[in-house]
T-cell receptor, first 112, second 113 residues
Framework: TQLLEQSPQFLSIQEGENLTVYCNSS?????LQWYRQEPGEGPVLLVT?????EVKKLKRLTFQFGDARKDSSLHITAAQPGDTGLYLC????????????FGIGTKLQVIP | DTGVSQDPRHKITKRGQNVTFRCDPI?????LYWYRQTLGQGPEFLTY????????KSRLLSDRFSAERPKGSFSTLEIQRTEQGDSAMYLC???????????FGDGTRLSIL
């Protein structure tokens, strides 16, 4: 049973559009990571957020951790074809990262 | 600095055969993790090592699965008497400390005929 729900599961948009994907849980996490995974490859870490309400920016990507540390969002501005991939959120339990639970992922396709 | 390395990248075998995968973590990372990812799912935790000690095992890790990290560096994951349901991507990750994020290898894709 996945404790992290991601929505939408699939998203197909035109280049230049903005989008937001969500990661929600009924559990409180000590930290949350976002990864991007391309077919046939392992997940690549994008960002880690640890404080409730924290916002981090990575170029055109903006990540937010919910105040209660149960949810997170990823906003992409002016999407590009290179943003295509599977976006996974992963919640860290307790004080460390030993137990990390992944969501099912959002599969993003950016059409040129 | 090389990343996490996994070998082989692909493995095709007949049902009932044994398979072994290897993971070389980022050097000096003393935490090592194994995950399994099936199509359309996120990675699922299998087991965790701190140095050579296996500290946690998921219920997903049946008796047919065994993982080792004998010298606290590379790790192996063996599956005995493979079954159709074992077909998946097996991912390895490492971290320098328990509070640091995990870095993943590109995985071993296992296909059972």
């Amino acid at each position: 049973t996945q404790l992290l729900e991601q929505s939408p599961q699939f998203l197909s948009i035109q280049e230049g559009e903005n989008l937001t994907v969500y990661c929600n849980s009924s559990s409180v996490f000590s930290s949350l990571q976002w990864y991007r995974q391309e077919p046939g490859e392992g997940p690549v870490l994008l960002v880690t957020v640890v404080t409730g309400g924290e916002v981090k920016k990575l170029k055109r990507l903006t990540f937010q951790f919910g105040d209660a540390r149960k949810d997170s969002s990823l906003h992409i501005t002016a999407a590009q074809p290179g943003d295509t991939g599977l976006y996974l959120c992963a919640g860290g339990h307790q004080a460390g990262y030993q137990k990390v639970t992944f969501g099912i992922g959002t599969k993003l396709q950016v059409i040129p | 600095d090389t990343g996490v390395s996994q070998d082989p990248r692909h493995k095709i075998t007949k049902r009932g055969q044994n398979v072994t995968f290897r993971c070389d973590p980022i050097s000096e990372h003393n935490r090592l993790y194994w995950y399994r990812q099936t199509l359309g799912q996120g990675p699922e935790f299998l087991t965790y090592f701190q140095n050579e000690a296996q500290l946690e095992k998921s219920r997903l890790l049946s008796d047919r699965f065994s993982a080792e990290r004998p010298k606290g560096s590379f790790s192996t994951l063996e599956i005995q008497r493979t079954e159709q349901g074992d077909s998946a991507m097996y991912l390895c990750a490492s971290s320098s400390r328990g509070d640091q994020p995990q870095h993943f290898g590109d995985g071993t894709r296992l296909s059972i005929l």
